[in-house]
């Protein structure tokens, strides 16, 4: 991971911090009522930072979106640079410009490219120092999720967008994905009743992954000798949160987290490392089972989960319940008061027909082959058409900073025998007049 420690990291969090605090006092910034759009921008020019396994997906996709155009590309690998532009100039558009000289040439993407958009699929470390750079230089950005690591720089993204007036967008795909627009769809139309309780997470063995001499291999494993707590909350909570109007009519008020011992990494280091390898040596701290419960400020409750270090089949949880009925994922089951037989589950598929998003109908067909089962190709479709009819976008900086923020209040209350840790208010009382998100369309 470009050798980049958590000291470092969090050095690059602070100065990116100061700098934007020397900037305004955001706090003293003015707000619009409503949500933040920027004028339409007719052909969106993407500056692309991080072409690994997820953004080589995005760069697939971007090809595909009308509207938009990749004119710029950075990595620190040379080859990726190279695929993408092999990708862009097969599909007809001009060669973009390559930046390839070194881990902070995005700062030069920034300040020299004539951009719309830096989109980023970076590791985590670096998501927060570009979407700074990005909006500095009057630039809206999107990044891979989680958005950031640090509670100091979830504020560093909502003070920047706020002060640039620039969309700062966590590329939350699991909100796009087909049963979980099914039962925001659901939720929308009132079938499950008012919501009161949900669920989510991020059960994934990704050991192979994670010891793996490329791709995540190269940063991913180092977070587990880093932090213990939930590392990946965003996939499970997104999708959840909207079902319950997060930051649009409620928020996350206090959390509470607990980890188990760590055990995953060190079986799988002693199993498949050879004995001189140095990963052998290393220490993860990451319990391989955290769970949080999440209390919003209207009284409800959230289950969130993360487990990446043991062998179990993959799971994001997915459960929403209300007054009416329930959903819940792997495998998607419903239960509608009144509907079927009582006290059982009915499979999801049942009432797909019915329920169906709008935007999978739509768009299904487009997305198919697409990036996890065609769920990237909407979430990028929906935020180019955005950007372009000057709407506010699905997810925007509260949003990143919310789910994001997970990530250190975890730690900080697994640390604390469970201790209670507030969720800081990014929106600065906005969420009690910022209206519910919409049905929306392609
Ligand atoms: N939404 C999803 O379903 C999903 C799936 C996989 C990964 N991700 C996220 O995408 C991001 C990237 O993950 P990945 O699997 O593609 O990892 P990856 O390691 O395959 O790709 C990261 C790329 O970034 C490049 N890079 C590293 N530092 C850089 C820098 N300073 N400047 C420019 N380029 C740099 C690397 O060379 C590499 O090409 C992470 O945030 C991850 O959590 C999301």
């Not at 619009?32 to 007719?42: N, Q, R």
């Not at 640079?81 to 930046?99: L, V």
């Not at 701290?285 to 949080?292: A, F, K, R, Y």
């Amino acid at each position: 991971m470009d050798d980049l420690n958590r000291r470092d990291f969090l050095r690059i969090g602070s100065a990116a911090l100061a700098a934007v605090s020397i900037e305004a006092s955001p706090a003293a910034r003015p707000q619009e009522s409503g949500p933040f759009a920027a004028p339409a921008i007719e052909t969106v020019r993407i500056g692309f930072v991080g072409i690994g396994g997820q953004g080589g997906g995005h760069v697939r996709n971007l090809l595909r979106i009308p509207g938009c155009r990749i004119t710029a590309v950075c990595d620190i690998r040379p080859e990726r640079t190279d695929w993408a532009t092999r990708q862009i100039t097969e599909a007809g558009h001009p060669t973009p410009t390559a930046y390839t000289r070194g881990p902070r040439d995005f700062e030069r993407l920034c300040e020299t490219e004539d951009l719309d958009l830096v989109f980023n699929a970076t590791p985590w470390e670096w998501h927060a120092p570009i979407m700074l750079a990005a909006m500095k230089n009057g630039k809206h950005t999107a990044t891979e999720v989680p958005a950031v690591m640090t509670i100091d720089d979830c504020w560093a993204i909502v003070d920047s967008a706020e002060t640039h007036r620039r969309h700062c967008v966590m590329m939350e795909n699991c909100n796009y994905d087909r049963m979980e627009m099914m039962v925001f769809n659901m939720v929308r139309q009132g079938v499950l009743g008012e919501v009161l309780h949900a669920g989510g997470g991020y059960l994934h063995d990704l050991r192979a992954i994670k010891f793996a001499d490329d791709g995540e291999g190269l940063w991913r494993r180092a977070w587990s000798m880093k932090l213990n707590g939930n590392l990946y909350p965003t996939h499970g909570l997104g999708p959840v949160a909207n079902c319950l109007d997060i930051n649009r009519g409620d928020r996350f008020d206090y959390l509470v987290s607990m980890s188990g011992p760590s055990r995953g990494l060190q079986a799988w280091a002693a199993e498949h490392e050879p004995p001189d390898s140095p990963k052998r040596q290393e220490r993860y701290v990451l319990g391989d089972v955290n769970v949080s419960l999440i209390k919003t400020a209207r009284g409800r409750t959230i289950y969130v989960e993360h487990c990446t270090n043991l062998p179990r089949p993959y799971s994001r949880i997915n459960l929403v319940q209300g007054t009416k009925g329930i959903f819940q994922g792997y495998p998607n089951r419903v239960y509608i008061e009144g509907r079927g037989r009582e006290h059982q589950w009915l499979p999801a598929t049942e009432v797909l027909e019915e329920f169906e998003h709008p935007l999978w109908k739509e768009l299904a067909e487009q997305a198919t082959g697409a990036g996890h089962g065609g769920m990237d190709f909407i979430e990028d479709y929906r935020l180019i058409k955005c950007l372009r009819e000057g709407l506010p976008t699905d997810m925007n900086v509260y949003d990143a900073a919310a789910l994001s923020a997970v990530i250190e209040l975890s730690v900080q209350s697994a640390e604390r025998r469970a201790a209670r840790v507030d969720v800081p208010d990014f929106t600065r009382g906005r969420w009690k007049t910022t209206p519910p998100l919409g049905i929306v369309h392609m």
